[in-house]
Nanobody
């Protein structure tokens, strides 16, 4: 199995920055794709960004140009750099990893709160 632990959330003013980390352990060599999701109060969990095994990336439109996803395979860690944060970015951010033949794994989430 794969275990994921997020960190780096917090309270920041609009326009500020945060860097989220997702540390993976367990059968990490089986991980193919990783991603960040977020869930705002009263809303469903939604994809934010994805990074593939070849380090190619995809972002949803609301975060393009502001967020950057990356991964350090040597450290088994994925990151999400959040810049120019807006109040609408407030949510619990979740780390996700997909390992073929093993399944989909989630972290416990980290809260990001952006004040106006």
């Amino acid at each position: 199995q794969v275990q994921l632990v997020e960190s780096g959330g917090g309270l920041v003013q609009a326009g500020g920055s945060l860097r989220l980390s997702c540390a993976a352990s367990g059968r990490t060599w089986k991980i193919n794709t990783m991603g960040w999701y977020r869930q705002a109060p009263g809303k469903e969990r939604a994809l934010v960004a994805t990074i593939y095994s070849d380090n190619s990336t995809n972002y949803v439109d609301p975060v393009k140009g502001r967020f950057t996803i990356s991964r350090d395979n040597a450290k088994n860690t994925m990151y999400l750099q959040l810049n120019n944060l807006k109040p609408e970015d407030t949510a619990v951010y979740y780390c996700n990893a997909w390992a073929p033949a093993y399944g989909n794994f989630w972290g416990q989430g980290t809260q990001v709160t952006v004040s106006s």
